[in-house]
């Protein structure tokens, strides 16, 4: 069983920045791949980052150039930093992350971007 905490959701200004964190039980190390989704409402849950275990990342073009996954000096924490949001960015965020081939998933953080 893997544990994912997400935190960091907020209500932020459009142009603004957040950083969420996904806290883990486990070493990420034996996790990969990790990713961050999204889902709006009424709107399918969707990738907006993934990290794999060679250090490569994915990102849909949504989110290339403002949005960066990145593992910090923990072992068990990852994190997603958001740069310009948009208003079309507010939806729950989850974390996601793999342990013998089977999914987790955290209970999400609520990211709002408005005015």
Known sequence: QVQLVESGGDLVQPGGSLRLSC??????????????????????????????????????????????????????????????????DTAVYYCNAYANGHPYWGQGTQVTVSS
């Open 23 to 88: 806290t883990t039980s486990r070493n990420i190390a034996s996790l990969y791949p990790m990713g961050w989704y999204r889902q709006a409402p009424g709107k399918q849950r969707e990738l907006v980052a993934q990290l794999v275990e060679s250090g490569s990342t994915n990102y849909p073009d949504s989110a290339k150039g403002r949005f960066t996954i990145s593992t910090g000096n923990a072992k068990n924490i990852v994190y997603l930093q958001m740069n310009n949001l948009k208003p079309e």
